[in-house]
């Protein structure tokens, strides 16, 4: 159930055309998944965010693709975004994401939910060793 419903006629908005015909250009492809249809309600909101997620996600760093998808489903798990997880995993099997990985990926997400909310329950200090400004310099 969506809060908002694009129209028909997005890409009538200057705006929002440039954002998609970006998309598709840095993709190579003509679909516009559905996160950047509800995102185009509102122009700005959509080209402050294309651009943000070309540059961090899409830009080539120290950390490959894959990771940057594994990564990307893990906090969407932690935030229970559903189509985040499912647009993730999805980019995260094209750029070849084993089913041995996905395996040993949710064992992670699980491990780190499970061991993250007992600390939280017990409220465990940070050892020195861990904190930045406590570690001699």
Aim: overall charge negative; proline content about 5%.
């Amino acid at each position: 159930m969506s809060t908002q419903v694009p129209t028909d006629d997005l890409e009538s908005d200057p705006r929002v055309k440039a954002v998609f015909d970006d998309i598709r250009a840095f993709r190579g492809t003509d679909f516009i998944n559905n996160m950047w249809l509800w995102l185009a309600f509102d122009p700005a909101l959509l080209e402050r965010t294309w651009p943000e997620v070309k540059e961090v996600v899409g830009k080539p760093s120290s950390i490959d693709p894959l990771t940057k998808e594994m990564i990307y489903i893990a906090v969407s798990v932690a935030n229970n975004c559903t189509y985040c997880v499912h647009s993730h995993t999805a980019a995260a099997r094209a750029k070849g994401m084993t089913q041995e990985q996905y395996g040993e990926l949710l064992a992670i997400i699980g491990l780190a939910g499970k061991t993250n909310q007992l600390a939280t329950a017990l409220q465990v200090p940070v050892d020195d060793a861990f904190d930045a400004s406590r570690r001699n310099r």
